[in-house]
């Protein structure tokens, strides 16, 4: 019966109890932090949610940034320095293309951007001059890669010479360290970061430690 309850017990620890996660950030409340209409007078959301897929053995990630008026050039989403871009597949929702991951700077491309940023970047929103754009902007995609807290940063297209920002109000500090939950921790948004492992090999290992566990406990009782 020893035995048999540290098998158990070794296959809850080791096996990742997947949960599911959603929140958001507004510049109405000082979530969001930026420059112009979208921030002051107007206010603009971002949302995610991280859902577990059984099916795809992945993490299913979906943003929305959403913006008053002066529709919206591109949006970066934060990632770990060994992210590559095959990460993510299936990747959906209105962006013209995917560039990335790299180190963003604040500058012309990002003004009053925070800080350097290493991310992935949703572009071209904005198809051409007579296209009044987009003021949401969707995706999603799949990924191993575990939910942490992270940065986000947009800016709008800058026509009629105003250019709006958005970036999470926590942008400046150290990405908090706490597991994924609902919600929001200091400001910061879920992004996929670490990874996560594979359901069979973190099953064999789980059974692995509970064998030698179970074979500790017969050499203690011959003894």
């Avoid at 095959?86 to 500058?107: R, S």
Wanted: net charge negative; with cysteine.
């Amino acid at each position: 019966q020893i035995v048999v309850g540290l098998v158990c017990a070794a296959l809850v620890v080791c096996i990742p109890a997947f949960a599911d996660f959603s929140g958001s950030l507004t510049s109405a409340d000082g979530g969001l932090d930026g420059r112009e209409e979208w921030i002051d007078p107007g206010h603009s959301t971002i949302e995610w949610s991280v859902v577990w897929s059984e099916s795809n053995n992945a993490w299913q990630y979906d943003y929305r940034f959403t913006v008053p008026e002066f529709a919206i050039s591109h949006m970066i989403i934060e990632v770990s320095d060994d992210f590559i871009i095959d990460d993510i597949w299936n990747v959906q929702g209105e962006h013209g293309f995917i560039a990335g991951p790299a180190t963003y700077e604040g500058g012309p491309g990002n003004p009053n951007m925070p800080g350097s940023v290493y991310g992935i970047k949703f572009d071209e929103y904005i198809e051409d001059e007579d296209d009044p754009g987009y003021l949401e902007a969707n995706v999603s995609f799949l990924s191993r890669r575990n939910p942490v807290w992270s940065d986000f940063y947009a800016k709008c297209g800058g026509r009629q010479g105003i250019v709006n920002e958005a970036w999470n109000a926590g942008f400046a500090d150290a990405n908090p360290l706490d597991p994924p939950s609902d919600g929001s921790i200091n400001n910061h948004i879920l992004a996929p970061n670490g990874y996560v492992p594979e359901p069979a090999t973190t099953a064999l290992f789980g059974l692995g430690l509970a064998g030698l566990l179970g074979a500790k406990l017969r050499r203690r009782r011959e003894d």
